[in-house]
């Protein structure tokens, strides 16, 4: 039986800081100020983004305490187009909400 290359993986915040560097003024300003930071990242990518680049992955799952419209906006810029099937989850205290599925 073939065995298929998955990704479970947690949204952190050089993964959003990165992803900040590349969004205009306003969006910039706005994740910025959800995950209290001053300024973005310097370099291009974060892990999650890197690892995405380098490897193919069927499914992809990502998991973040970050506010929705972040881990939809990170989804939309850094991994949208990698994986056949995709996911992402947002811990809300004790529960999982599922944000997006492609």
Wanted: a neutral charge; one cysteine or more.
């Amino acid at each position: 039986m073939p065995y298929s290359k998955l990704l479970f993986a947690w949204i952190g915040h050089a993964d959003l800081l990165a992803m900040a560097r590349d969004l205009g003024d306003s969006q910039k300003d706005r994740v910025l100020r959800a995950i209290n930071a001053r300024q973005a990242r310097a370099t291009k990518e974060g892990p999650i983004k890197t690892l995405l680049d380098r490897e193919g992955f069927e499914k992809t799952h990502l998991l973040s305490n970050y506010q929705p419209f972040l881990i939809l906006l990170y989804w939309v810029i850094g991994v949208d187009e990698t994986s056949l099937e995709a996911r992402g989850y947002v811990l809300d205290g004790d529960r999982i909400v599922q944000a997006r599925c492609v």
